[in-house]
């Protein structure tokens, strides 16, 4: 009998790490297929909530946020292209014309967005937009702070442009966003991802395929 878990993942769109991440796990959960059967839901967790408007060019901010030199600060975004490719998530530019700057952006409506997906339309219809997301920000390289840009991929992904609109200016999903980014610290989540197994088990950073599939067998077997 195939053993059903659920695992919430707080993630941010700007972060590599969490693709990454997803990545292996989807490997992982492929290597389980038959076992174990995974619901995914997407928590909010904001590494940048002070962003401006206008975001900052990726290099920079990390050189500037971990006082990193810019050689170092290119060599780390190399490294992580290369561990993405590896991953199956390639970050290169897959527009027309010249490849604009990697920038990061706020991301406080695009985390409305999904939290409004997964409550109106499920795990499945989350997954796919945050997937257009990670698509959007890391090969488009959109600006995903832009809600213009964030009704464009919500509807390419089969959204109601009315009913997204909405999702904006709605404070009730503002203070359920906040709620949930709260619950990250009380999960004593500081760094994504970082997933949450079956709402106990907690499994910080990107790890292996291998280390996810022996982690949630891990976890049905306790369940004795």
Same mark, same amino acid.
């Given at each position: 009998?195939?053993?059903?878990?659920?695992?919430?993942?707080?993630?941010?769109?700007?972060?590599?790490?969490?693709?990454?991440?997803?990545?292996?796990?989807?490997?992982?959960?492929?290597?389980?297929?038959?076992?174990?059967?995974?619901?995914?839901?997407?928590?909010?967790?904001?590494?940048?909530?002070?962003?401006?408007?206008?975001?900052?060019?990726?290099?920079?901010?990390?050189?500037?946020?971990?006082?990193?030199?810019?050689?170092?600060?290119?060599?780390?975004?190399?490294?992580?292209?290369?561990?993405?490719?590896?991953?199956?998530?390639?970050?290169?530019?897959?527009?027309?014309?010249?490849?604009?700057?990697?920038?990061?952006?706020?991301?406080?409506?695009?985390?409305?967005?999904?939290?409004?997906?997964?409550?109106?339309?499920?795990?499945?219809?989350?997954?796919?937009?945050?997937?257009?997301?990670?698509?959007?920000?890391?090969?488009?390289?959109?600006?995903?702070?832009?809600? #213009? @840009?964030?009704? =464009?991929?919500?509807? +390419?992904?089969?959204?109601?442009?009315?009913? *997204?609109? $909405?999702?904006?200016? &709605?404070?009730?999903?503002?203070? #359920? @966003?906040?709620? =949930?980014?709260?619950? +990250?610290?009380?999960?004593?989540?500081?760094? *994504?991802? $970082?997933?949450?197994? &079956?709402?106990?088990?907690?499994?910080?950073?990107?790890? =292996?395929?291998?280390?996810?599939?022996?982690?949630?067998?891990?976890? *049905?077997?306790?369940?004795?």
């Amino acid at each position: 009998m195939t053993a059903r878990v659920t695992i919430d993942i707080w993630s941010d769109v700007m972060c590599p790490w969490c693709v990454i991440g997803y990545k292996h796990l989807e490997r992982a959960l492929a290597t389980l297929d038959g076992e174990i059967d995974a619901e995914i839901r997407w928590r909010p967790f904001e590494l940048n909530p002070g962003m401006p408007p206008e975001g900052e060019e990726s290099r920079a901010h990390i050189a500037r946020k971990y006082g990193r030199t810019p050689a170092q600060a290119a060599a780390g975004a190399d490294m992580m292209a290369e561990r993405a490719r590896a991953a199956g998530f390639p970050f290169d530019f897959s527009g027309t014309g010249d490849a604009p700057a990697s920038m990061l952006w706020n991301t406080f409506d695009a985390h409305k967005l999904l939290a409004w997906a997964l409550a109106a339309h499920g795990a499945d219809a989350q997954m796919r937009l945050k997937l257009a997301l990670f698509r959007a920000h890391f090969q488009q390289r959109r600006n995903v702070s832009d809600r #213009a @840009v964030l009704l =464009e991929v919500a509807e +390419a992904e089969g959204f109601e442009r009315i009913a *997204v609109e $909405a999702v904006f200016d &709605d404070p009730a999903l503002a203070q #359920a @966003v906040r709620r =949930e980014e709260q619950d +990250a610290f009380e999960h004593n989540i500081t760094g *994504v991802p $970082a997933m949450v197994i &079956d709402g106990q088990f907690l499994v910080p950073g990107a790890q =292996e395929p291998e280390t996810y599939v022996n982690v949630l067998r891990k976890v *049905v077997a306790r369940r004795g």
